[in-house]
């Protein structure tokens, strides 16, 4: 049996932050016309302002072009849409020299404008617009340059325009609407969609006229699946090519079944991470003593090897390993310290600790009920702790959590750029925290942390600053 299949190795981080990553299961390779890709999720839009979670980004990926790129094996920034530039000496004004020989799906040019009424719309609308604050303002030069002022210096332009500013058709967006690029994208990327069906699957065919290298595949079909046992059993029966799970769609135990049944899987790690968050503005998760015990008491290890069979590794930090500046920052298990910190706090076992636990299942995967089980027999092995699960359905979920009703509740990141500052900046500036995840964390020294390390591009300093930060986390 030649088919094969390939896994990320997730990171879990747990408490002030934990994680899962991203699993590619290929069955036997078709000839290079039509590939299919099964996953319990599909993209609910395709619009580059509007995304903030792995399912759109890998989509958009085929779908749109950006000003800059970057290599996946070096992280080195390369030409994309833009195929020169320059900044001044003091990095606050940035001049981009375009490529002249590209078009929209629908055939409007890409040029100076495109770019302009792009960036323009993002810093208007986009999801991580405040984090793109310092850019002032976009000029035209003349038909393919243009000028980025920043308010600021900032080292992370560049990574920020290769991931989040993926260029749309200006003509579709008049014509049609904003709303129309959710379901019709038309960037200038090497596939085109031709079939957006809600909720059930996206079609994708090649881009006949793309000015980079020509697309492997004539068709890319992303369909959805109801649960994590329907996707195997299509991938089994041929109907599919690959699995794509980028919240662990596909249970550790079917990963394992897939590897006893001769399938060829191969491993790399992720840089998603899970983690656990805390509104510090409730009670009881307003006492510093109590979410300090919490992260005493929960056991990483075990859900490491319980849940995901070792397809992922403990993190004890909030930086994944493999990125620069991790470092390692957080407690390991110490029941003893939980259970003295609960007592200092006035808890012990005749006067317990209820708390609730939320997580979503239909969000992040079969495995997380069981991530939550786990960290509740670890809490509850305190004997202060009385732990309530509670699995919220997706789109009700995010629409509380993000409302400030939970108190403590599980979630995955995936980080943007592989850069220290998107696994610290969105969780410890204090605008971002309550912001994203209303976990109304506000702490004066992260954000002077913060400040510095995004007006500098002296590397060392910045790696100080971050290692620093997650000290303090």
């Known amino acids: 049996m030649s088919k094969t299949v390939i896994a990320g190795i997730v990171v879990i981080v747990i408490v002030v932050v934990a994680a899962i990553g991203i699993y590619y299961y290929y069955a036997q390779p078709k000839p290079p016309t039509v590939i299919t890709i ?24 085929n779908i749109y072009d950006y000003l800059v790129e970057w290599e996946p094996e070096t992280l080195e920034i390369v030409p994309g ?23 929209f799906h629908d055939g409007t040019p890409f040029n100076a404008s495109a770019a302009k009424f792009n960036i323009d719309r993002y810093l208007a609308n986009g999801s991580f617009r405040s984090g793109l604050g310092y850019i002032a303002n976009v000029t035209v030069v003349d038909d393919y340059t243009i000028k980025i002022f920043l308010s600021q210096p900032n080292p992370l332009l560049l990574r920020h325009l290769s991931i989040f ?40 065919e090649a881009n006949e006229n793309y000015w980079g290298t020509p697309p492997k595949n004539n068709k890319i079909v992303l369909k959805k699946y109801a649960d994590s046992a329907s996707l195997k059993a ?36 992720s840089n998603m991470i899970r983690y656990m ?23 990483r290890t075990k859900i490491v090897d319980v849940v995901f069979k070792n397809q992922a590794s403990e993190l004890y930090t909030q930086v994944a390993e493999g990125i ?43 495995a997380e009920e069981y991530v939550a089980q786990v960290i509740k ?34 979630l995955g990141w995936f980080p943007p750029i592989p850069d220290p500052n998107s696994y610290l900046y969105y969780f410890m500036n204090s605008v971002m925290a309550n912001a994203i995840f209303s976990s109304h964390y506000n702490n004066t020294e992260a954000d002077s942390l913060l400040s510095q390390a995004l007006s500098t591009f002296n590397q060392t300093l910045r790696q100080e600053l971050y290692e620093e930060l997650q000290t303090i986390m």
């Open 38 to 61: 099964g996953s319990v999720r599909v993209p609910t839009h395709l619009d580059p302002v509007k995304t903030t979670g792995a399912d759109e980004f890998n989509t958009e990926f």
């Open 81 to 103: 849409l833009a195929t020169s530039w320059d900044e001044s000496e003091d990095y606050t004004v940035w001049t981009f020299n375009l490529r002249q020989d590209v078009k």
């Open 165 to 204: 500013i993926g260029m749309v058709s200006p003509t579709a967006i008049k014509v049609h609407g904003e709303d129309y690029i959710d379901t019709h994208p038309v960037g200038t990327g090497p596939y085109k969609v031709t079939e957006y069906v809600e909720d059930d699957r996206i079609v994708l």
């Open 234 to 269: 299509a991938f089994e029966a041929g109907e599919i090519d690959i699995i794509w799970s980028a919240r662990g769609d596909l249970f550790p135990t079917d990963v394992e079944d897939l590897k006893s049944k001769g399938y060829n899987v191969i491993e790399s790690e």
């Open 277 to 299: 968050v805390f509104n510090e503005a409730l009670y009881p998760f307003n006492d510093t003593r109590v979410r300090k015990a919490i992260a005493y008491a929960v056991n």
């Open 324 to 366: 620069w500046g991790h470092v390692d920052t957080f407690p390991e298990r110490n029941l003893t310290a939980a259970v003295s910190l609960l007592n200092e706090a006035g808890y012990n076992s005749t006067n317990k600790l209820e708390i609730t636990l939320y997580y979503s299942s239909s969000y992040y995967g079969t």
């Open 377 to 410: 027999e670890d809490l509850e092995e305190t004997d202060v702790i009385a732990v309530t699960l509670q699995n919220v359905e997706k789109a009700t979920f995010r629409e509380q959590y993000k409302a400030g009703q939970y108190g403590m509740w599980l």
